[in-house]
């Protein structure tokens, strides 16, 4: 058991270790990261999107700690010219705007992480670390990890 998890952090490394040299693009990631959101009736013509999309590679792109989000949330406050609730407000917006959106199958998204109730809209941080895994599961077979 100890060994898996280990191995799997070494994949996790390897890919932070490619998004950081920019061996892999940072287009090509982006592109991953969209196709995940759209494919979860998001509108790319929504500020949160654009958020959520940087947000998304900048969890790849860090390694993991414990205040990764609020981190995450001031440096895009920066780059965007914002405060970092002004942030958080829009990625809530995006997410909840997905998940009212009759389009959107909240069972499937379920089944991407169990933790989460069909019910009620994931928090941010829940939801960034889910779409980042399932970037990550794409990257590996891309990578061949």
């Not at 287009?27 to 013509?45: H, N, P, Q, R, T």
């Not at 965007?80 to 998940?99: C, E, M, V």
Request: proline share 2%.
């Amino acid at each position: 058991m100890r060994e898996f998890f280990l191995e799997e952090a070494m994949i996790e490394l390897k890919i932070q270790k490619a998004l950081e040299n920019n061996s892999y693009k940072k287009e090509i990631v982006f592109c991953m990261i969209a196709e995940e959101l759209k494919g979860l009736c998001f509108k790319s013509s929504n500020i949160g999107f654009i958020y959520l999309q940087e947000a998304i590679y900048m969890y790849l792109s860090t390694p993991l700690h414990s205040d990764i989000i609020s981190e995450i949330y001031s440096k895009l406050a920066v780059r965007f010219g914002r405060i970092p609730l002004s942030i958080n407000r829009s990625i809530t917006k995006s997410i909840s705007d997905a998940w009212n959106d009759k389009r959107f199958n909240k069972s499937n998204y379920t089944l991407l992480s169990t933790s989460l109730s069909a019910l009620y809209a994931p928090q941010n941080a829940e939801f960034i670390a889910t779409i980042a895994e399932n970037v990550i599961i794409r990257l590996r077979k891309e990578l061949n990890l």
